[in-house]
């Protein structure tokens, strides 16, 4: 089955612990991306990756850093989390056209975390 | 800068119509449309690129005025089925891959 995967779904930490959210997707995408979602601020990208060996920031990127060294994994990473960026946290996967547009993102099921 | 999306809420009985704006203050390169169900992912509806070109499902309908910024997705004859937040995202012409969404629209279909 086609899918985007993450890990964990659900995380309670403390402020100042290093976690790592992982992002999986059995797609073979060159695109890959986060999301934080937050109550009446819609979705704000974080991070986004058109393929191996290639990242850029979104509108939110501090406090975050992500890596992908091989095209099916997109790892997001808070060295050291703080209580605002509790949120709702969306990977999403897409296959890219020539040119510059997207095509339809694959979110997976999304990780909520709370930072303590 | 986060796009723009009128109404912020609507409330529709079974089989009315609605709109839902979405404008930005960038030119724009792309528009895509996301549904969301409470407790969900969001879902692809459409994409909208500059120069006309559409892609998503078919009974959806959606427009894009390149020269305003803006797009409109139109909800016709709605169902219970089309209740949630939709959500544009925009592209700009400087960055294809990034997306910018709005805060979001929220639709209740009511029997």
């Known amino acids: 089955e086609a899918q985007v995967t993450q890990n964990p779904r659900y995380l309670i930490t403390v402020t100042g612990k290093k976690l790592t959210v992982t992002c999986s997707q059995n797609m073979n995408h060159e695109y890959m991306s986060w999301y934080r979602q937050d109550p009446g601020l819609g979705l704000r990208q974080i991070y986004y990756s058109m393929n191996v060996e290639v990242t850029d920031k979104g509108d939110v990127p501090e406090g975050y850093k992500v890596s992908r060294k091989e095209k099916r994994n997109f790892p997001l990473i808070l060295e050291s989390p703080s209580p605002n960026q509790t949120s709702l946290y969306f990977c999403?996967?897409?296959?890219?056209?020539?040119?510059?547009?997207?095509?339809?993102?694959?979110f997976g099921p999304g990780t909520r975390l709370t930072v303590l | 800068q986060q796009p723009v999306q009128s109404p912020q809420a609507v409330i529709l009985r079974e089989g009315e119509d609605a709109v839902i704006n979405c404008s930005s203050s960038k030119a724009l390169y792309s528009v895509h449309w996301y549904r969301q169900k409470h407790g969900e992912a969001p879902v692809f509806l459409m994409i909208l690129l500059k120069g006309g070109e559409q892609k998503g499902h078919e009974k959806i309908s959606a427009s894009f005025n390149e020269k305003k910024q803006q797009s409109s997705l139109y909800l016709t004859a709605s169902q219970l089925s089309y209740s949630g937040t939709y959500f544009c995202g925009t592209g700009t012409t400087n960055s294809g891959y990034a997306l910018n969404f709005g805060k979001g629209t929220s639709l209740l279909v009511t029997p």
């Open positions: 999403a996967s897409s296959l890219l056209s020539s040119g510059t547009e997207l095509n339809e993102q694959f």
